[in-house]
């Protein structure tokens, strides 16, 4: 196909020269010098459904303290204090626990979502009594706003802060009459650099680097044309260039590097030419000229900004993806219109041949209604279940509360806002679920173009909107509407943003035209704007607006001309030109690393709502839709993923996550669902796993000490309502159970045994009258061998576990009450072992408390941490404290525990 597509070009622009009448003479040029010296349904169609739907032992006992026992702390008194902390040193060097991870997170916010086909978009406003910003966030989105939900009926809005967003607040949805918006934002300490790339191949700095401006932006006259070309055809060629690079100077002709995944852009026009440097498909560059090659293929001179400084090179014409009207009407106009490249011989379409099959489909039906659609695949290199992860760090995606509860993994703030659960964000982020005319603008280029942003079809767009111009109203400090303000703003040159961008992101922002931080009258910053909401942040609502407005102040930013003005040039310096240049990617900055001119993957994005790309590019395409222009040529930027399912990610009908907000001092990342361990994921504070089915009663994290040993406990109780798992915190349950240190029998059988601790006063209450409603019924103690432990899970009445009871009814239907000893404020109550041979004196063994609890009617069982050790292990532990006198009784008893033990091992392996 690349070889295909090489010398097609070449054909069809001789083709195309013939055609308006240019002859070609005989005689011939010289040769020219080259001048390049080295040097969900959908989100896009369903967001308003969406939106509105809501082991073996020998023989196990429980003394009642009778017997003879070594404890593991023999300096005086076994366990561990009410505080968690051991009182004597028993057992304490050694850790059979992992030791706890940390799990802080930092938030950010959201914006925008949803179908929007039918309203026009006039819901939210910051300063409503409904919803008020939440602070925010971490150093990774731009915009610290959740920015508006998705139903025309009943979506609502908020703006809130981020740390470091830099538009402070979510935008609005679609509803006039319930939707409210937050302010927030973000500061503006995220870094500016680059993501530079490291290879040396592709770097700009190597002898066979591309030309920068120093050595001429432009290729001049003779690099244009090949040796052995016709005076008339050079001509030709000649004044195209000319013609190309005053339009050039005059604006930016932003085209897309594609239909390769990789491509070097080249120090002249020949593919045997080294690369200046090599970029990604989807790639934005500048052309700035033109030249041809021997085989009259038409080549196009770029620039690019590449580690800190502009790259400029040649990339065929067949290679790049180009929206601009003015750049195609000179294509037309020269004979160079390369729309024959759309279709192969083959009738098949290369642009959408670069994509996974998985896309092929819904680009596909695009393409038969819109033949003028050109899309071009943004090759991310990046791999999508770590994309989905950073994604969901530290606040970066936020779902709005009229949101299902699927889509939700605990609050973000007092009640509007969300942390997206994993399945909503892949369900917005998939780029697949986004290809239908709904949601395919929000992967649109965000540059202006001159046949449809016109300001007729802004003044349409806004007419049932706080930005009307109906009546002759005007925008704020002006004498002029809203409409043309935009139009004017994006039109112009050393901008050119679209329009239609500019007015949808205020829509967006502003709601219902309400806040303060567009009202002009805010108290101490009277005539002073932030329509883009940039900089507003803080923890409370006045802090918020101060934040925004002061940023106004300091712009000057006195009235609706200068502040629009002055966000546009905030968006165009800030996003579209750092290669966030579509609504997608300033939602999901997925630019790899090493992009041109970008910040670093994941960081600077301007909102946190995870559906605002979808309701933003609806508001977009419906602007297009009146205006007519739906037909026009356009250039998709689709972003691809390394490992994406099979499938576009679909809602899903029944989630098994189960989130549990971390309590302070808490941070480990296993969370025990009705006794049995299972790994999650920590972020945003909270830890979130995966249940096995919807019959879980309880959740269990355990706190863990320097030494691995567990020292806390804090007990959830689960409920699941067919579709998703809530999570009720039960701090009265809190440190049910403890454990207080191993000990060995010295007289009778040989026996290890653990103690375990519940608080005198909670035990009390919990027998009468109750904790939260549950009673107590039994606790006990549970051992297994600890080899069966990643076998079988250590559960009441599981397979290879054996159990005591020391508080409740035993089998022979007699209640028992056992307690070892009463120690600062906890009933201390033990299992015990005995009899083990001295076969088994290296085997470990695991032990475990337990309590049963009941709770109208329904029984649960909540476990304490299990511990495992050996006889021998706990004996060589006991001897090494030096806490036992060489040649007493106890020492003589370990030693020879040991001795017997290594004994019989030797005689095991010489046998």
Known sequence: MKKYGRYICGILTIAALLGTGVRWPAPAVQAAEETGQAGMGTPGEDAASTQRSTQRSESLQTPAGGDEWISGQPSGGAGTSESGQPSGGEDESESGQPSGGAGTSESGQPSGGGDASESTQTSGGAGTSESMPPSGGAGTSESGQPSGGGDASESTQTSGGAGTSESGQPSGGESTSESTQRPGGGDASESTQPSGGEDAS???????????????????????????????????????????????????????????????????????????????????????????????????????????????????????ACADERFLGWEETFGLNASAYNVDGEGNYPDIEQFPESYRPMLLELKKTHPNWTFAKMNTTLDWGDVISNELLYGRSLVYKTLPEWAKNGLYDTGNWYYASRAALELYMDPRNSLTEKAIFQFEQLTYNEAYHTQEAVANFLKNTFMTDNDGKVAPGTNTSYAKLFWEVGREEGRKVSPFHLAARVLQEQGDGTS????????????????????????????????????????????????????????????????????????????????????????????????????????????????????????????????????????????????????????????????????????????????????????????????????????????????????????????????????????????????????????????????????????????????????????????????????????????????????????????????????????????????????????????????????????????????????????????????????????????
């Open 202 to 320: 592709e770097s700009a700095q190597e002898s066979q680097a591309g030309q920068t401006p120093e050595s001429g932006q432009t290729p001049g006259e003779k690099a244009r044309i090949p040796a052995g070309m016709d005076q008339e055809t050079a001509e030709w060629i000649r004044m195209a260039g000319e013609a190309l690079a005053e339009i050039a100077a005059d604006r930016d002709i932003m085209a897309l590097v594609y239909l390769s995944d990789e491509y070097p852009v080249r120090v002249s026009p020949s593919y045997d030419s080294p690369a200046a440097v090599t970029v990604l498909s989807g790639q934005t560059v500048n052309i700035l000229d033109l030249a041809v090659d021997e085989n009259m293929e038409v080549w196009h001179y770029v620039k690019l900004d590449y580690m800190n400084q502009e790259i400029c090179g040649y990339v065929p014409r067949t290679y790049l």
């Open 516 to 911: 303060p931080l567009i009202s002009g009258t805010y108290p101490g910053y009277e005539g002073y704007y932030n329509y883009f909401n940039i900089k507003a942040s803080g923890t409370t609502n006045e802090e918020i607006y101060r934040q925004g407005l002061q940023y106004a102040k300091e712009q000057g930013w006195s009235n609706a001309d200068s502040a629009i003005r002055g966000g546009a040039d905030f968006i165009s310096a800030n996003y579209i030109k750092r290669a966030q240049d579509t609504l997608y990617l300033q939602k999901f900055n997925v630019n790899p690393p090493g992009t041109p001119n970008a910040y670093a993957t994941y960081t600077h994005q301007y909102m946190q709502n995870i559906m605002a790309p979808t309701t933003e590019g609806l508001s977009i395409k419906k602007l297009y839709s009146e205006a007519g222009a739906l037909d026009n040529t356009f250039v998709f930027k689709i972003p691809v993923y390394e490992n994406m399912p099979a499938q576009p990610c679909a809602e899903p009908v029944v989630s098994m996550e189960v989130a549990v907000a971390l309590p302070e001092g808490y941070g480990d990342n296993v969370l025990w669902l009705d006794g049995v361990p299972y790994q999650g994921e920590l972020r945003n504070g909270s830890l979130i796993v995966t249940a096995p089915h919807d019959k879980v009663k309880t959740a269990v994290l355990y706190r863990y000490d320097e030494s691995g040993v567990a020292r806390g406990m804090y007990v959830w109780s689960l409920a699941h309502n067919g579709t998703v798992y809530t999570a009720t915190a039960q701090p009265g349950l809190q440190d049910l159970l403890t454990y207080h240190g191993f000990s060995i029998r010295i007289k009778g059988k040989t026996g290890i045994r653990v103690k375990t601790g519940i608080s005198k006063d909670l035990r009390a209450q919990l027998i009468r009258p109750g904790v939260d409603g549950y009673v107590l019924k039994e606790y006990g103690t549970l051992v297994m061998n600890s080899a069966n432990m990643s076998q079988y899970p250590m559960i009441k009445d599981g397979a290879k576990v054996a159990g005591s009871i020391s508080y409740g009814i035993d089998s022979s239907g007699s209640m028992k009450d056992v307690a070892f000893e009463l120690a600062e404020g906890r009933y201390r109550f033990t299992g015990v072992l005995v009899g083990i041979p001295v076969e088994q004196y290296k085997t470990e063994f695991a032990f475990r408390g337990y309590a049963v609890l009941e709770r109208n009617g329904e029984q649960v069982v909540i476990y304490g941490p299990a511990r495992a050790r050996s006889i021998y292990d706990l004996a060589k532990a006991m001897l090494e404290s030096g806490g036992y006198e060489p040649g007493s009784e106890s020492y003589v008893f370990l030693e020879k525990l040991i001795n017997d033990a290594d004994a019989i091992q030797t005689e095991t392996q010489e046998n």
